[in-house]
């Protein structure tokens, strides 16, 4: 009985040790922390919602025309910063600049700074900084 | 007509309450709350399973019939908040192949629960008697699936 004891206290200690590991929702499975890119041009939607909001923009890249997307907070965080789903209607020009999305061929964005063309903020004293929508905030994507 | 069934939960008021509601009240709660719930059954689910591996021997396993209440009601809080969640993102999760292992684990699980039951509702009840060989691999089966339950519900935000 002593042997299943010690198995018990073994497994019960993998357990406890995998939790870090897996508790924290990153970004860094989706978007490359490395890396910056910018983008400009017209809003197509935004999506208010749980457990992330997502902004959609029109740019050129090398001549195409693109949507991006955008990952931010839940709509949950994002209303307490003054924003609503009228925040950003379509054809409002904003310059997003965030983590590009490390799948081969999207136009994903995370961690973003988005402001208008000329660099003011979105919400009337609204915060531009770095990472102004982290991606997280929530356990579950 | 599978894809029809899916936009329409997502559509319904109840998941669309969850999906855009500002409110801290919506989807933070309902998430908070399926946490808690998930605390209440794999924590009980490993008390009982540790007791059954030997772990604390002097409780006698009579006692420990209460717990399969408490993971009940842990299970009905989490089957609730869990169907609120998947249908808020209905038109997503039901694709992912990951839920369906979730599931399966979950089943498992519970099939262990109600096996580790039966063996503490029938076995000995002496304070310091030992389980049969039996009862040790439904526990140790039991910490197993759970854990792996957590961690396929974990890769649904990934996967």
Partial sequence: MTSCRWTALGLAAALIATVPVIAHHSSAPFYDATKKIEAQG??????LRNPHSFLYFESEVNGKKVEWQVELGPAASLTRTGWTSDTLKPGT???VSGQ??????????CCARITRPDGSPITPGGRVTEEQQPPGGGLSR | MLADLLAWLEGTRVATWTRESPSLWAYPTVLTLHTVGLAIVVGVSAVVDLRLLGVARRVPLATLMPAFRLIAWGFLLNAVTGLLLLIADATMKMRQPVLYVKLALIALG???????????????????????????VIAMASLLLWAAAITAGRLMAYL
Wanted: charged share 20%; proline share 11%.
């Fill in chain 2, 110 to 136: 519970l099939r262990c629960t109600v096996l580790a039951r039966k063996e503490i509702r029938y076995g000995p009840v002496a304070p310091t008697s030992t389980v049969s060989p039996r009862a040790s």
């Fill in chain 1, 100 to 109: 590009p999305s490390r799948a081969e061929g999207s136009f994903g964005m």
């Fill in chain 1, 93 to 95: 020009i904003v310059r």
């Fill in chain 1, 42 to 47: 017209p809003v197509t939607k935004l999506l």
